[in-house]
């Protein structure tokens, strides 16, 4: 079966410092992945998406950015974060097909202070 | 521009009473999820419906994707507190997109 992991599962960063999550799949091979954010318990706003190892498609403008440095590893960094880059930051996966739920991970609470 | 549109935002209703949550668009979609989200916790799927006038049940759970598959419905029957949660429901869209559109959830509360 697969599993979706993400670490850290809290954080508390100060303003300009640099940030890095990860996500880790297990049990697939090639999977899409996905980074959303998700602010006060509402909707969720999709950040970055990869179909493969280096392609990565951008949604929104912004301080953050993405690497996919292996198959079913997902990375979300900033240089310098922002009191408005606090969020739930959740990790998705998806089988390599066109259309299909996604799977998500237990996410990461970041707190910019 | 929401593409999914949802209603209500907020239910808060007595254990044992049922409700129904909806799940509009102007767009058609070739499938369509249902999710269910607790605080702090990422989304868990509950059902994918694929075929218009599709109804899938779980438990006390009713889904049913609608006949153009513009639209879809989540009702539950005789509400319990475990129920409580952000329901959302997340369109792929035809064509093939890499990408899900969600809508912005219900946010639902069972008092026992």
């Known amino acids: 079966s697969q599993t979706i992991h993400q670490w850290p599962a809290t954080l508390v960063q100060p303003v300009g410092s640099p940030l890095s999550l990860e996500c880790t799949v297990e049990?697939?091979?090639?999977?899409?992945l996905y980074w959303y954010r998700q602010a006060a318990g509402r909707g969720l706003q999709l950040l970055f998406y990869?179909?493969?190892?280096?392609?990565i498609s951008s949604e929104v403008p912004q301080n953050l950015s993405a690497s996919r440095p292996q198959d079913r590893q997902f990375i979300l960094s900033s240089k310098k974060l922002l009191l408005s880059d606090s969020g739930f930051y959740l990790c998705?996966?998806?089988?390599?097909?066109?259309?299909?739920?996604?799977?998500f991970g237990p996410g990461t609470r970041l707190t910019v202070t | 521009t929401q593409l999914l549109e949802q209603s209500p935002q907020f239910l808060s209703i007595q254990e044992g009473e049922n409700l129904t949550v909806y799940c509009n668009s102007s767009?058609?979609?070739?499938?369509l999820q249902w999710y269910r989200q607790e605080p702090g916790e990422g989304p868990v799927l509950l059902v994918t419906v694929v075929t218009g006038g599709e109804v899938k049940k779980l438990k006390r759970l009713t889904f049913q994707f609608g006949d153009a598959r513009k639209d879809s419905s989540l009702h539950i029957t005789a509400a319990q507190p475990g129920d409580t949660g952000l329901y959302l429901c997340a369109g792929a869209r035809q064509g093939g997109s890499e990408k899900l559109v969600f809508g912005k959830g219900t946010k639902l509360t069972v008092n026992p």
């Open positions: 990869s179909v493969g190892i280096g392609q």
């Open positions: 767009s058609v979609f070739s499938s």
């Open positions: 998705a996966w998806r089988f390599g097909l066109a259309g299909g739920e996604q799977y």
């Open positions: 049990g697939t091979s090639n999977p899409n």
